[in-house]
Nanobody, 123 residues
Framework: QVQLVESGGGLVQAGGSLSLSCAISGFNLDYAAVAWLRQAPGKGREDLLCISMRDTTTYYLDSVKDRFTISRDNDQKTVRLQMNMLSLEDTAAYYC????????????????WGQGTQVTVAS
């Protein structure tokens, strides 16, 4: 059974950092690209960034380019999102997603998501 389970969300002060994890099971992470996206009430979905099978990062949202980094540990079957310099606008539910393909080609209807983890940034 394919599962993506996000964790690490919580409350953080503006300007602070948070690290999210996406635990993978049910498929071979070695050959899959994994992306992160977020949803906030009233804002719609924002696709953030993606890491390919070959460890190449593709950013989908310019506002996170200098603040968020993505990494993968295939042995631990985990993809991490390191978020720095958080602002109130980063408050959202964060999700990891994959379509099991090796490349970052955007997040589409074939992607499977986890259940999400909430990040709340306070002033």
């Amino acid at each position: 059974q394919v599962q993506l389970v996000e964790s690490g969300g919580g409350l953080v002060q503006a300007g602070g950092s948070l690290s999210l994890s996406c635990a993978i099971s049910g498929f071979n992470l070695d050959y899959a690209a994994v992306a992160w996206l977020r949803q906030a009430p009233g804002k719609g979905r924002e696709d953030l960034l993606c890491i390919s099978m070959r460890d190449t990062t593709t950013y989908y949202l310019d506002s996170v380019k200098d603040r968020f980094t993505i990494s993968r540990d295939n042995d631990q079957k985990t993809v991490r999102l390191q978020m720095n310099m958080l602002s109130l606008e980063d408050t959202a539910a964060y999700y990891c997603a994959t379509d099991f393909g090796p490349n970052c080609l955007g997040i589409g209807s074939s992607h499977v998501w986890g259940q999400g983890t909430q990040v709340t940034v306070a002033s």
